[in-house]
């Protein structure tokens, strides 16, 4: 019989609906039904692409007497860290600090007012490595709560104690300059693996947000330095395993220092930063390598991501049934020279191994390989190689493809609009701009409500019921604005200024400028959780930097500008010692010293053609953060068009930067180099 998780819009949470386990989502009713039968709460938290979660609930939370056990002696509840972030981010917290690790799934015990007093993260179902069995602890938990709750409570009240006092070091609300800027990236030379791109050890994870800020410290700059690291490690990691060499897209992490063998879930906001990442190298290189990867990206998240409403799913699972009926991770994607020959036949399959890096050893598990592009000495036929590639992705898609996470998460469709606007934009793909254009829409018409209150999930064209986070705000503001450069409507740049609003009223200290990653009306937790560093994605924080300071620059709003400035006092303050986990704060603070600067493109018609090729030049320009208007001169769809006439009737472009304008300019050879491109 199905539990409490049936109605849920969580695929995460369905998956686990049909459980033996009397699982209650997150809810004041599950406390009160803690306090009622005076028992703890089990929390356990985990994500519907996470392989081991989908081990501990095969092994334990389908076991029927384990499920007797904790139904007699717990309330369990169970969150998706996608849909909750907030309670994922407090809890894990209260992990770290008591364990030193963290990871998902989360297993965490508490008192029925919320407070965690035992925690732990995956539990087998037998002891093993030193670890207890999941119902050795269950026992364990179980005997503590009956028999030393005075213990419990001691316990319970100073871990919530130690993190309240737990207060970031804010440092000051003045904005990093030159210095803090330049030792961050002597930081980072540090930490970087020169040998195999990229930095630190393995495991290894795409470093997007590093990466802008390189590119955009070389575009300020001239550092030839910044720009060879973000390069190399982008060649490193297009041509590794990580990259979906037949299907485009990009898996979560490399599990070792060569980007060979990737964990295998695809998740939209990895392929939505690094589709922006490869088409910002490409526009500040001109690369063809990079060029190819950001339209292998962005075509993957339009073909096997969107869905049917419009939006962007969540990730696609790391495993699959690898035709036995048996769940693998990676057995959708990797090969043996046997499959190779089987499909295309002996000539072709031993060209496609050379090619691919398969090998009768296999660079995976049984003798499988992960499919690479290794760099090597002489020249594929390139049609060849492209058939190759096209029969191998056609044999893929019949085997069982992996799960797809259809949750539509507002933050990352935001970062799913800004990559696609932008690699529309620049290589000329009007289809990507309009897949952005309609994941817009449809976070306007189901996420947004009549106050621009934003809720953070949706799936099959339902609203859940979890209330937008910080890095929602922004995220999403991020992405308007740039389908608002691109596309030349002004009603994006509304938007954003409405979702800005929040952050700035509800999400902003307004002592200190320091933010928070839920409203001041969210629900309260034992913390009110706040982290300013970039890990998977841009942190609430940066983003929210960001996109206050580019709707500042098209509007001359000075209390966002202010804003923007306040925030990046972290960035200040951990950009130098901690760079790699600031990647995006510190491409914020670059556009922040450079300006940014402001183009207004004026044009009798947004289909003229000389008009279209000033607004082309000016978004292909480098200068970090530059924002782009694009109307005609009678136009009021955006602030930087006031008092913008055409020159001599002929377009015009006009440029600003720290309340300085360039002279308008009807050439876009002028206009490159004024935006350094």
């Given amino acids: 019989m199905p539990n409490r998780l049936a109605h849920e819009t969580s695929p995460y949470l369905l998956q686990h609906a049909d459980n033996p386990v009397d699982w209650w989502p997150w809810s004041a009713d599950a406390f009160e039904e803690a306090r009622r039968r005076d028992v703890p709460v089990l929390l356990s938290v985990g994500y519907s692409s996470c392989h081991w979660c ?89 005997q503590a709560w ?137 526009r500040a290189t001109g690369s063809d390598f990079a060029r190819r990867v950001a339209l292998a990206t962005a075509d993957f998240m339009v073909r096997e991501l969107r869905t049917a409403e419009g939006g962007f799913a969540s990730a696609l699972d790391a495993d699959s049934d690898d035709g036995t009926g048996k769940h693998v991770e990676g057995a959708y994607y990797v090969w043996t020279p046997a499959q190779l020959r089987e499909v295309l036949g002996a000539e072709d399959a031993e060209l496609a191994a050379r090619c691919f890096g398969v090998t009768e050893e296999g660079t995976f598990e049984h003798g499988a390989s992960v499919l690479q592009l290794p760099v090597q000495e002489g020249v594929f036929d390139a049609d060849r190689v492209e058939s190759v590639r096209r029969r191998l992705l056609a044999e893929r898609a019949g085997r069982p493809a992996p ?120 629900e309260q937790l034992i913390r009110r959780p706040q982290d300013p560093t970039d890990n998977a994605t841009p942190s609430g924080w940066s983003a929210a930097a960001g996109a206050l300071l580019g709707y500042a620059a098209h509007t001359g709003s000075e209390a966002h500008r202010t804003a923007a400035e306040r925030a990046l006092g972290v960035v200040g303050a951990l950009g130098p010692r901690v760079p790699r986990f600031i990647g995006w704060g510190l491409a914020v603070a670059e556009a922040l010293l450079d300006g940014p600067r402001e183009v207004a493109v004026v044009g009798p018609s947004l289909d003229d053609a000389a008009a279209r090729a000033l607004h082309r030049t000016a978004l292909l320009g480098t200068a970090p953060g530059t924002v782009v208007a694009y109307g005609t001169p009678d136009s009021e769809e955006f602030p930087l068009l006031a008092d913008r006439p055409l020159v001599h009737g002929e377009p015009a472009a006009y440029v600003c930067r720290d309340f300085t304008c360039d002279a308008p300019t009807t050439d876009p050879d002028r206009l490159r180099t004024a935006l350094g491109g």
């Fill in 54 to 142: 989908h081990v501990m609930a095969h092994e334990s939370f389908e076991d029927a007497a384990t499920a007797a056990f904790l139904g007699e002696h717990f309330v369990s509840v169970k969150v998706d860290r996608e849909e909750r972030p907030d309670v994922d981010a407090v809890y894990m917290e209260a992990v770290q600090a008591a364990t030193g690790q963290g990871g998902w799934p989360m297993t965490v015990f508490l008192t029925p007012d919320a407070e965690p007093f035992y925690f732990g993260t995956y539990f087998p179902p037998d002891p093993r490595h030193g670890m207890p069995s999941f119902g050795q602890v269950l026992e364990g938990v179980r």
């Fill in 403 to 522: 799960g797809r996470d259809d949750k539509v998460v507002a933050a990352w469709n935001g970062l799913a609009i800004a990559a696609l606007a932008e690699t529309g934009a620049y290589f000329d793909r009007p289809d990507l701009v309009e897949a952005a254009v309609g994941a817009a829409d449809l976070l306007v018409r189901l996420h947004m409500d009549e106050h621009a209150a934003l809720l953070r999930t949706s799936k099959d064209g339902r609203a859940g019921a979890n209330a937008g986070v910080l890095e929602d705000y922004a995220d999403v503001a991020e992405g308007f604005l740039a389908l608002a450069s691109v596309t030349g409507e002004g009603v994006w740049l509304e938007f954003a200024g409405l979702l800005l609003g929040h952050v700035l009223t509800r999400f902003t200290d307004p002592e200190s400028g320091a933010l928070y990653d839920t409203a001041v009306d969210a």
């Fill in 146 to 282: 009956q028999t030393r709750r005075d213990e419990v409570a001691d316990v319970a009240g100073k871990i919530v104690r130690d993190l309240a006092q737990r207060e970031i070091g804010y440092g000051t609300a003045r904005p990093p300059g030159e210095e803090e800027l330049a030792q961050a990236l002597l930081a980072l030379t540090r930490e970087y693996d020169a040998r195999r791109g990229g930095f630190g050890g393995a495991p290894k994870f795409p470093p997007s947000m590093v990466i802008e800020f390189l590119l955009r410290h070389h575009a300020r700059t001239g550092s030839e330095g910044a720009l060879q690291m973000a390069a190399d490690t982008c060649e490193r990691m297009a041509r590794g395993g990580m990259h979906d060499q037949l299907g485009g897209g990009f898996a979560r992490y490399s599990v070792d220092r060569d980007w060979v063998v990737p964990h295998f879930e695809k998740m939209l906001y990895d392929s939505a930063l690094l589709c922006r990442v490869y088409a910002h190298l490409w």
